[in-house]
C-alpha cells in the first residue's frame, strides 16, 4: 500500500447515537487478497472485499467489494479494466525499453545495486 486509509468503522453510527439516543455499532473488517496495489490516498471502506491480483488507482474510494484480476479507479470506485490487460500493456511497454537488461537482473522490486544504472539510462532516454 502506498499511503491510503482503511476504515473497520462506520462513524455515522456514533452521530446518529447521539442524535437519536440509540446505541448502534457499525463495523465490519476489511478483507484484502494477496498481490494488491492500493494506491495513494485511495480509501476502503468497512466490510469491503479485495480479490487478489488488483490494482486500485489512487485516490478511489472503494465501497464495494472488488473481484479478483481487477483494476479499480475512482470516487466510487469502478472497475476500469482488468489484471490481465494491463499486464499485456506492461510486456508491451517493457519490451523496447533500453535498461530492459538491467531490469532482468533485478531479484525482486528494488535492487539498490542497479539503481545509479537505471537512473542514468532513463534520463539519458527522457532527456538526451
Same mark, same amino acid.
Given at each position: 500500500?502506498?499511503?491510503?486509509w482503511?476504515?473497520?468503522h462506520? $462513524?455515522?453510527?456514533?452521530?446518529? &447515537?447521539?442524535a =437519536?439516543?440509540t &446505541?448502534? %455499532? #457499525? /463495523?465490519?473488517p476489511?478483507? +484484502?487478497? %494477496?498481490? /494488491?496495489?492500493?494506491?495513494? $490516498?485511495?480509501?476502503? *471502506?468497512?466490510? /469491503?472485499?479485495?480479490?487478489? &491480483?488488483? !490494482? +486500485?488507482?489512487?485516490?478511489? !474510494?472503494?465501497?464495494? %467489494? /472488488?473481484p479478483?484480476?481487477s483494476?479499480?479507479? $475512482?470516487?466510487? #470506485?469502478?472497475?476500469?479494466?482488468? @489484471?490481465d490487460a @494491463? *499486464?499485456?500493456k506492461? !510486456?508491451?511497454? &517493457?519490451e523496447? *525499453?533500453?535498461?530492459?537488461?538491467l531490469? =532482468?537482473c533485478?531479484?525482486?522490486? @528494488? %535492487?539498490?545495486?542497479l =539503481?545509479?544504472?537505471? #537512473?542514468? *539510462?532513463?534520463?539519458?532516454h527522457?532527456?538526451?
Amino acid at each position: 500500500m502506498t499511503g491510503g486509509w482503511m476504515a473497520c468503522h462506520d $462513524g455515522s453510527a456514533i452521530m446518529i &447515537n447521539q442524535a =437519536e439516543g440509540t &446505541n448502534f %455499532d #457499525a /463495523v465490519a473488517p476489511i478483507i +484484502i487478497g %494477496d498481490n /494488491v496495489f492500493i494506491g495513494y $490516498g485511495s480509501i476502503i *471502506l468497512p466490510g /469491503v472485499t479485495i480479490g487478489s &491480483n488488483v !490494482v +486500485i488507482g489512487a485516490g478511489s !474510494v472503494v465501497s464495494r %467489494d /472488488v473481484p479478483d484480476r481487477s483494476i479499480v479507479a $475512482g470516487a466510487p #470506485a469502478r472497475q476500469i479494466g482488468t @489484471y490481465d490487460a @494491463y *499486464l499485456d500493456k506492461l !510486456v508491451a511497454r &517493457n519490451e523496447d *525499453l533500453p535498461w530492459r537488461h538491467l531490469i =532482468e537482473c533485478r531479484k525482486g522490486g @528494488y %535492487d539498490p545495486s542497479l =539503481e545509479p544504472g537505471l #537512473a542514468k *539510462l532513463r534520463q539519458a532516454h527522457f532527456f538526451g
